[in-house]
């Protein structure tokens, strides 16, 4: 193991244990040792309360407007000073959203009797400060933990969120067995089931369509650069998860909530409609399996844009072997990405919908770490992440030479 590498996970280990720490340190003027019916409730509101939420809430909204507006998308492309504006804006947002939820629960708190010391407007803007100043701790954390440590810092601690919450559910799991509230077969058949999908999940996360492509010589300068062959690779599941499953229900929750402010939430129109899109319901399977199928296709055609990977490719002297450069192409690349890309969605609206249809048919467990495909796959593709990260700092070259 060379000194580099060494370094690396000791930093990423103790950015993480700094992480976890922040999580036990609670929101100052909260009454916890005597507060004890909220308990568990209340060990959860630390000054990272509000977790990477309003940051990742934040980065998707910018990032859908980049698809519908060409000029942010030019932005995004155009080099690092582009970025850099992008980075800020995002942050404002961040600030924005952080804020608004910060006072919503600072103000909460404050009306629960006896859980507050002082329930006046000094602890609501204290605990609004912390909660704010906790998410752009963990941004810059994560951003630390990308440059000097191991992995993707923002999905590593997403993932160690969710990693650390397993033991409480397996222990609830177990208590729920030993009292014979839950059948033993069922346990073992949802084990069974996740084990088998964290496999498929490592499949397809590796697995991606190779076109090759072949570059003519170029000249550099004093230089000149051979005729050569390289693959242009195309994952099954280029949209990732968080952006067409996090933007989903948003489709139909935001004018059914603008329809309540219009109409009234208590009208039977509106009541109704609520009733039927919540979790589990049959309305809100469809709707969402629906939503997140065609977000997957819009989104990969954001990372993906055939016309601007064709000129790219004309740019360096390269050309799809056996298509014609230019719009031959990208039509040709349209037609592999909407080919491959259908693999990708159905398989991201099936992790979606799990959790649901295990509802439906009332053979879920009672914690939603076990049944939230959404979470495994976070976890899973932080742990390819990493793994290919230490091959690409252990190893000289893909020959696996090591230092």
């Known amino acids: 193991?060379?000194?580099?590498?060494?370094?690396?996970?000791?930093?990423?280990?103790?950015?993480?244990?700094?992480?976890?720490?922040?999580?036990?340190?609670?929101?100052?003027?909260?009454?916890?040792?005597?507060?004890?019916?909220?308990?568990?409730?209340?060990?959860?509101?630390?000054v990272?309360?509000?977790?990477?939420?309003?940051?990742?809430?934040?980065?998707?909204?910018?990032?859908?407007?980049?698809?519908?507006?060409?000029g942010l998308s030019s932005l995004e492309r155009s080099g690092e000073a582009g970025r850099r504006?992008?980075?800020?804006?995002?942050?404002?947002l961040t600030l924005c959203l952080a804020a608004f939820q910060a006072y919503g629960i600072a103000s909460t708190l404050a009306t629960i009797p006896g859980l507050v010391r002082n329930p006046d407007g000094w602890f609501v803007m204290t605990a609004t400060t912390s909660m704010v100043g906790g998410v752009f701790v963990l941004v810059w954390l994560s951003e630390q933990i990308t440059r000097h440590g191991i992995g993707n810092g923002l999905a590593l601690i997403l993932s160690v969120g969710f990693i650390v919450a397993i033991p409480r559910d397996v222990a609830g799991i177990v208590g729920l067995l030993e009292s014979g509230a839950l059948s033993g077969n069922l346990v073992l058949a949802h084990a069974m089931f996740w084990v088998l999908l964290v496999a498929v999940m490592v499949l397809v996360e590796g697995a991606c369509r190779n076109i090759r492509v072949e570059f003519g010589a170029l000249d550099t300068g004093r230089r000149q650069l051979p005729a050569r062959e390289a693959?242009?690779?195309?994952?099954?599941?280029?949209?990732?998860?968080?952006?067409?499953?996090?933007?989903?229900?948003?489709i139909f929750f935001l004018p059914l909530a603008l329809a309540g402010l219009v109409m009234g939430a208590d009208h039977p129109l509106v009541a109704a409609a609520y009733r039927h899109l919540?979790?589990?319901?049959?309305?809100?399977?469809?709707?969402?399996?629906?939503?997140?199928?065609?977000?997957?296709?819009?989104?990969?055609?954001?990372?993906?844009?055939?016309?601007?990977?064709?000129?790219?490719?004309?740019q360096r002297n390269g050309i799809v072997s056996g298509v014609a450069p230019g719009e031959a192409t990208a039509a040709y690349l349209d037609r592999v990405v909407s080919l491959t890309t259908v693999v990708g969605a159905v398989y991201l609206t099936a992790l979606q919908v799990i959790p649901g249809v295990f509802d439906l048919y009332g053979i879920g467990l009672p914690y939603s770490m076990v049944v939230n495909g959404g979470a495994a796959?976070?976890?899973?593709?932080?742990?390819l992440d990493i793994k290919a990260q230490v091959r690409d700092v252990s190893l000289t070259n893909p020959g696996g030479v090591r230092r």
């Open 1 to 46: 193991m060379s000194r580099e590498f060494a370094r690396r996970i000791a930093f990423t280990i103790g950015a993480l244990l700094l992480f976890r720490l922040g999580t036990q340190i609670p929101i100052a003027g909260l009454n916890i040792s005597t507060y004890s019916p909220m308990l568990d409730f209340i060990g959860r509101l630390s």
């Open 278 to 314: 919540q979790l589990g319901q049959p309305a809100h399977l469809i709707l969402v399996s629906i939503a997140v199928f065609v977000l997957a296709f819009i989104y990969t055609a954001y990372v993906i844009d055939p016309e601007y990977t064709a000129k790219s490719l004309a």
């Open 85 to 92: 504006k992008i980075a800020r804006v995002t942050l404002g």
């Open 48 to 70: 990272f309360a509000l977790g990477l939420i309003p940051y990742l809430t934040a980065a998707i909204f910018v990032r859908l407007l980049s698809v519908v507006w060409r």
């Open 231 to 250: 693959v242009l690779p195309i994952k099954l599941n280029s949209a990732g998860f968080l952006i067409p499953v996090t933007v989903a229900p948003w």
């Open 377 to 383: 796959l976070v976890v899973v593709c932080t742990a």
